[in-house]
């Protein structure tokens, strides 16, 4: 059917809920119509991510019907009943809207299939979740998320039984599955409350993350000033009670944004990379003057900072430099003797700086593909080598971070976790502020020593059908021409490519970067989850003044190579 008959079909069928019908007929823009149903939203190997609201194209209860249709057959046909009843499922979500309504939809259908459910009461973290799944010894993971994305927008992440985040090679088979449910009228929205069971094991989770303590000096964590803010998210609970155990005493909550506000009212958008959604919390900083500002997205796996300059300003810093120096601080307290082959992992798109660092100290850096589910999956080679005997693969994970304000130490979780990172965060702040120094004076004692790393992102949204083709356009013309003409190599991660130490080959991924002459390097990769196309810079320099002259020409070169 093409999509003006899907449109009607979904309209005139009462098997669909009368506020969805209500919402589609009053849509007068054909345009409209088809951006909704020309296609299935598509559960692909980062989830499901999409614009909340009626059609096919659209997050809803029968989107997400579908796809959770699909992830219990193959968890039956994989696993058998007897084991889906008894290690089941569990569901976890933020506070944006409809992820309570949409988990409840999860739970119904997993249970109405015959699965046990864990279902969390609250809103609690994406890394709550992914501590949860083998805390419960549970099959599978879902959780209700977009992360950072505006208030619109709603997703639907699905984790192992490791709570890993699916990578390509398994995604692929609940894909198979997914595809195979055509008809919206064969999923079952009553469920099996005997097989549901509510839960909260925040306490367990926290206590977990404890365990990542670095410095345990009562009275320099008292000297430290902090302000906090949840962004109206799934962090105030667990944040709070960490710093708090952690014996960080005065820290400030941002009461505007305390609450569970899926609208995210006082923000255009809740992303801690960006310095107006912390606004608040620097200008309740000023007022108290202290020392450093964080804050954390919807669903509390990214945290992003403020500190003070050197002209006693705010200044936020790069999901870069928050992990270099993490990377050092985490080094540092750190006993690598009791470890005998330590690793870190970061991204393919993350900075060299901290990769300088833990080489440095002799420590054996992995480069992974976009995506945290890449350096969760690092972790559990690791352990499965570990209980193999594969000396060839047996490394001790210490630390993993991405660009994109992602960090995890330990391995309580398999993915990003802003709960451990704000602890440690305000742990290296407070070890600076007891040297009389600020995180800057730090950063910039690392620059003196790797040198100076200018790391830049840029995201531009095309949406709509029309804004897919161009993104397409723009990757193909720059695999047929180079923009650069100092290019040490080109990696064009849409081919088989080798990775080191013997894990095999990346998983197929479009992404285009250049590695230019003088150690720079620029990647190129349309988002797995947005109706965007990202630049990634690094640019290194002799200093601040050089880097950013070197920065403005390669800026320049890709961006009209893009038509941008």
């Known amino acids: 059917m093409g999509y003006l008959e899907v449109y009607k079909s979904w309209v005139n069928d009462s098997f669909f809920d009368e506020d969805i019908r209500k919402e589609l007929k009053c849509i007068t823009s054909e345009k409209e119509i088809e951006d909704r149903f020309y296609k299935e939203l598509e559960f692909g190997t980062g989830g499901l991510r999409g614009i909340m609201g009626a059609g096919t194209n659209r997050l809803n209860k029968y989107t997400v019907g579908k796809v959770t249709l699909g992830l219990g057959h193959y968890l039956m046909d994989a696993y058998g009943k007897e084991e889906c009843i008894k290690r089941g499922a569990v569901i976890g979500f933020d506070t944006r809207n409809n992820s309570k309504e949409y988990a409840r939809v999860v739970a119904d259908v997993l249970t109405g299939l015959g699965l046990k459910v864990y279902l969390m009461k609250d809103a609690r973290p994406t890394p709550q979740l992914s501590f949860s799944v083998p805390y419960y010894k549970a099959l599978v993971g879902v959780v209700l998320t977009a992360s950072h994305n505006p208030k619109e927008y709603n997703g639907y992440k699905v984790y192992d039984e490791f709570g890993c985040q699916l990578v390509p090679s398994q995604a692929d088979r609940v894909i198979q599955y997914v595809n195979e449910v055509k008809d919206y009228h064969s999923i079952d929205f009553e469920g099996n409350d005997t097989l549901l069971t509510f839960i909260d094991n925040t306490e367990e989770f926290v206590s977990e993350v404890y365990k990542q303590q670095r410095i345990n000096n009562e009275i320099i964590k008292n000297n430290l000033n902090i302000v906090y803010t949840p962004l109206h998210g799934s962090g105030r609970i667990p944040v709070s009670k960490i710093l708090e155990m952690d014996g960080f005493h005065c820290a400030s909550l941002v009461e505007e944004q305390a609450n569970d506000d899926g609208n995210f009212s006082t923000v255009k958008s809740p992303n801690p990379e960006d310095k107006e959604a912390l606004t608040l919390g620097i200008e309740l900083a000023k007022e108290l003057n202290v020392d450093i500002v964080l804050g954390t997205d919807p669903d509390c796996d990214r945290v992003g900072i403020a500190v003070k300059d050197a002209n006693n300003e705010y200044k936020l810093l790069t999901g870069n430099q928050i992990g270099s120096l993490l990377m050092d601080f985490i080094i540092r307290h750190t006993d690598l003797s009791e470890l005998e082959k330590p690793a870190i992992v970061k991204t393919i798109v993350t900075s060299e700086l901290g990769a300088k660092i833990a080489e440095k100290n002799d420590i054996e850096v992995f480069s992974t593909l976009t995506g945290f589910k890449f350096i969760g999956e690092k972790i559990t080679q690791f352990e499965k080598a570990k209980d193999q005997d594969d000396l060839s693969r047996n490394f001790d994970y210490l630390f993993g971070y991405e660009e994109s304000y992602g960090y995890l130490c330990g391995t309580h979780a398999r ?115 947005e109706p965007k196309i990202k630049i990634y810079y690094s640019i290194r320099g002799n200093d601040e003044s050089d880097a950013n002259v070197r920065f403005e020409m390669i800026q320049n070169l890709i961006k009209t190579r893009m038509g941008l």
Not at 448 to 453: D, I
Not at 463 to 479: A, C, P, Q
């Open 415 to 529: 993915d990003k976790d802003a709960v451990v990172s704000s602890m440690l965060i305000c742990e290296m702040a407070a070890e600076a502020k007891s040297q009389n120094k600020t995180l800057m004076d730090k950063l910039n004692d690392i620059y003196n020593e790797y040198g100076y790393y200018k790391d830049v992102l840029e995201s531009f949204t095309l949406k709509g059908k029309d804004g897919i083709e161009k993104i397409n356009e723009m990757m193909s013309t720059l695999r047929n021409e180079c923009p650069f003409t100092d290019v040490e190599k080109i990696s064009d991660f849409n081919k088989t490519t080798f990775e080191e130490h013997g894990f095999g080959t990346y998983p197929i991924s479009n992404v285009l970067k250049y590695e230019l002459k003088d150690g720079s390097w620029v990647a190129v990769r349309p988002s797995g989850t």
